[in-house]
């Protein structure tokens, strides 16, 4: 396979560093053994702010009045569609029951956790979205109880869209928290919360780093890393698209890479040549988020097919894949790995980030090439039962006995053997065989 690097990153994004490991470990085993007070003391600490933690009604209603009309409309909109593609794919999951022997039935129910905790990050960007992704999701799934956790801005606490999105997709319980504290306070069944099932949403390094230290304890959505994305384009995209849509998703965050591959080198002169000038007209903090990521982190490949071109988006495995190319059900047929998939130039990776439907808690740092991201399944336990008559437990007893002995796990074929010989007349444990039955 020949690829050409017109453009090759300098850096490769971190996930975890043994001094972050560190802080949160020691973070988690302080709040776990001084509860409450000690939460509030990091949440005074590093939110800076002494406010109400655990929002009440009014001041929720209180919020969402202030909240314009026009921005209600948006998460309204964008709740609709994300709830319709949720609903679609929770009827996907189906209980069934299926006899697998005359006389023995088995089963499977899908049930959702009791309790989940929704982190929405804040700080540099209001996360309206990860609101509307993260709870609608749960509540969907139908989760008993939904916690919704953000850090607040200073002493103003929690943005009003932002609880105004929290409370219209079905959060239980808003609080005003953020960090390590918040997911320490949601898997340890703080300020009056229940403990969480599971953990959900996205983060910096140390919340990303306290799920991860968590799991086992409490399940979580993945181990998430700096966004990413990739772009495949050929001769017919449009280069100062393709351009805008790679600064766009730089801005996330300084090691936050994005990605060009294609096969057509003019393409990718062009769009190398706008990229400086489309960052520098992005207001300071986004341009020097997106300077840092194209100048760092960013590649530009070339290949010479297109088969070489899915290879190589396959081996990256990108959380956000966007191809502007011809013949987009090749492509739809074709690329293996991807957290969510963007077909043609008329839709953009902002799109599914906000509202048109598919969850944006996506799998990154190449573990596309296993799991896929936040869905209702994620909040859904598959479990499974069974139930037999005697004589459908005979053939099954038989073999487990035999099974078990094989194993060396005498228990194990004793509990087949006192069932044979209840059920049976001359069952022989010796032999396990039954003489006659009743």
Known sequence: MTRTYLKRAT?????????????????LTRIEAGGDAVALEYARQFDRYDGTVVLSAAQIAAACDRVPEVTKADIRFAHANIARFATAQRATLQDITLEVLPGLTVGQRNLPVSAAGCYVPGGRYSHIASA????????????????ACSPPRGADGIDDALIFAADLCGADTIV????????????????????????????NQFVAEAKRLLFGRVGIDMVAGPTDSLIVADATAEPAIVAADLVGQAEHGYNSPVWLITDDETLACDVMARVPALIASLPEVNRLNAEAAWRDCAEVILCDSREELAATSDDYAPEHLHVQAADLPWWLNRLRNYGSLFLGEETTVAFGDKASGTNH?????????????LSVHKF??????????????????????????????????????????????????ATTQIKETP
Do not use: C, N
Not at 11 to 27: F, G, K, L
Not at 185 to 195: I, R, S
Not at 361 to 373: D, E, F, N, Q, R
């Open 380 to 429: 859904m336990k598959i479990v499974t039962w069974q139930q037999a008559t005697r004589l459908g437990a005979r053939p099954v007893a038989e073999a487990t006995a035999r099974i078990s002995r094989l194993e060396g796990m005498e228990g194990h074929a004793r509990t087949a053997d006192v069932r044979l010989a209840k059920y049976f007349h001359d069952f022989d444990p």
């Open 361 to 373: 808690v996506l799998p990154t740092s190449g573990a596309a090439k296993y799991t896929g991201g």
């Open 176 to 203: 005003a928290m953020g960090g390590v504290q918040a997911i320490a306070a949601m898997a340890f069944g703080l300020l009056g919360l229940p403990p969480a099932d599971i953990l959900v949403g996205p983060g």
């Open 132 to 147: 509307i992704m993260t709870v609608t999701t749960a509540k969907v799934a139908g989760v008993g109880h939904i916690t």
């Open 11 to 27: 850096r490769r994004p971190e996930t975890d560093a043994s001094d972050v490991r560190q802080i949160v470990q020691d973070m």
